[in-house]
């Protein structure tokens, strides 16, 4: 038995044997319970579905039962009649918005980072008339520089920053969402924990994180755990195959989601899971067998 192994089945075994700690309901705005089986709620971003146009591929997604639409948040106040007329009349509704905004948050640059308040504001604002779970963000991308030092006081000047910004979303019907990623991506934040920690230390509802099972391959030793440790501050989940971030199936034996489904199952996670991923194959092909997957392995979980 490898680390990564043993380390999900203890923990699974630890967990299973407690009840949803206490410390999880506090400011948690959904209940926690285990007395029925919430369903997988499926998302696309806009380009998963075959299709020339939105409303083909949203006919697509409304023919397979899946129930969310991510958009990019670039140019989303302009988008907002489109995005609202598209989906009138359609079981489909804004999951979360990815990103989008120019700046960052821990730029060095103050004319950056004011770059990146105005910015994430306008989406957040437009994110609210959608109706959206709340905004994707990264504190920094390894590329961005220059950056603050990753130390006590840039964690501090982050939590500070996000809680403005988190009463700012509340004040529009949405919440941030910090995303962790892999260390080749983004060395500052990587882990669900650190990201529900940092949302913990705001104590505000506006401050929510996610789970991505692509950076969560590289960074995570446990899906069970690390999902778990987002308790209530879990707000959206990405998914790709595990090799390649193509569609789940397409790796193969690796595209296995079942220890982080059960995950969210037993937290009566009520929100999307969404496809954030590339085919090397026919996406008329490739997608309904993804859909197929996550399904089956959610009922296994």
């Not at 009840?19 to 209940?31: D, K």
């Not at 969310?68 to 907002?80: F, I, Y």
């Not at 009520?270 to 997957?293: I, K, M, N």
Request: proline residues 5%.
């Amino acid at each position: 038995m490898d680390r990564r192994t043993f380390l999900k089945t203890s923990f699974a075994g630890t967990v299973l044997a407690t009840t949803v700690p206490a410390t999880w309901l506090a400011g948690c705005t959904t209940e926690v319970s285990t007395s029925q089986t919430p369903p997988l709620r499926l998302s696309f971003q806009e380009n998963t579905a075959p299709g020339e146009t939105l409303t083909e591929r949203l006919d697509f997604m409304e023919a397979h039962g899946v129930v969310g639409l991510e958009p990019s948040g670039r140019g989303l106040g302009d988008r907002l009649n489109e995005l609202q007329q598209a989906l009138r009349g359609r079981n489909i509704q804004i999951s979360a918005i990815c990103a989008g905004f120019s700046g960052f948050i821990l730029a060095e640059d103050p004319t950056v980072r004011a770059t990146f308040d105005r910015t994430m504001k306008e989406i957040i604002a437009a994110a609210g008339e959608l109706g959206s779970t709340g905004v994707i963000m990264v504190p920094a991308f390894n590329q961005q520089t220059p950056v603050m030092p990753h130390n006590a006081d840039t964690r501090a000047y982050l939590v500070e920053q996000l809680t403005l910004l988190g009463e700012y979303a509340l004040q529009h019907g949405t919440t941030v969402i910090l995303e962790p990623l892999n260390r080749s991506e983004a060395f500052y934040l990587r882990q669900v924990a650190d990201a529900a920690s940092i949302c913990r230390d705001t104590a505000c509802d506006g401050v929510r994180c996610m789970g991505d099972f692509w950076h969560m391959t590289a960074e995570e030793s446990s899906d069970y755990g690390a999902l778990y440790s987002g308790g209530p501050y879990l707000r959206h989940i990405h998914i790709a195959s595990r090799g390649k971030r193509r569609m789940p199936g397409e790796d193969g034996e690796r595209d296995n989601y079942v220890e982080g489904f059960r995950a969210l199952k037993q937290m009566n996670y009520p929100y999307y899971v969404s496809f954030e991923c590339g085919s090397t194959g026919d996406r008329a092909q490739t997608v309904p067998a993804a859909l197929t997957l996550l399904r089956t392995q959610w009922d296994q979980a």
